[in-house]
């Protein structure tokens, strides 16, 4: 089955800073990428998602890009706030599993005032 | 749009004891789905359902859980009986069809003492 990795597990920047996460799949039938930001109490929530037909999305100050040879996909966040600290889980969906998701293991990233 | 709403929000209960969790997916959603987080194990999935069958409880850890989906707008989790290895944030989430994103709601968290 389909395996994500995620980097760094944790991740301080000062405000204004960018942050990069990055993760790997291991399923090449993976055409679905999504990412959640998960804060204190709350369930995941998506912030953006990209499909295998495309390299890159932005919405605002967040964008996504993925490699699909290489097997990996990024979410970089710019002009970092304090509100944008929380835990940050990628996930990748592959072909034909009935709307399965495989998510990594989190970066918990925490933007310094 | 009122979400995912997950009922209770906090459960402690003894060992032994049956813990049922409660889930009213998004209307017009066709999956539903209950994933288990810890720190250890990230978020797990334990079954999903396409519209009200279940189609994969290969996460369900143990025969002392299982799930149901009487109709589109509910769904249970149960645990019988508990043990305090099940102490967990346990979600659920929705989504409207295959390669479309989940939809989170705010979690159960069980302690089982």
């Known amino acids: 089955g389909e395996n994500v990795e995620q980097h760094p597990s944790t991740l301080s920047v000062q405000e204004g800073d960018s942050a990069v996460i990055k993760c790997t799949y291991s399923d090449s039938a993976s055409n679905y990428f999504p990412w959640y930001k998960q804060e204190l109490g709350k369930g995941p929530q998506l912030i953006i998602d990209i499909r295998s037909n495309v390299g890159e999305k932005k919405d605002q100050r967040i964008a996504v890009t993925l490699n699909k040879t290489a097997k990996h996909f990024s979410l970089h966040i710019t002009e970092t706030q304090p509100e944008d600290s929380a835990v940050y889980f990628c996930?990748?969906?592959?072909?034909?599993?009935?709307?399965?998701?495989?998510f990594g293991t989190g970066t918990s990233l925490t933007v310094i005032p | 749009d009122a979400g995912v709403i997950q009922s209770p929000r906090h459960e402690v209960t003894e060992m032994g004891q049956e813990v049922t969790l409660r889930c009213k997916p998004i209307?017009?959603?066709?999956?539903l789905f209950w994933y288990r987080q810890t720190m250890m194990r990230g978020l797990e999935l334990l079954i999903y359902f396409n519209n009200n069958v279940p189609i994969d409880d290969s996460g369900m850890p143990e025969d002392r859980f299982s799930a149901k989906m009487p109709n589109a707008s509910f769904s249970t989790l149960k645990i019988q009986p508990s043990e305090p290895r099940d102490s967990a944030v346990y979600f659920c989430a929705s989504s409207f069809h295959r390669d479309s994103p989940l939809h989170f709601g705010n979690g159960t968290r069980l302690t089982v003492t």
């Open positions: 996930a990748a969906s592959p072909l034909n599993t009935g709307n399965q998701f495989y």
């Open positions: 209307s017009g959603h066709n999956s």
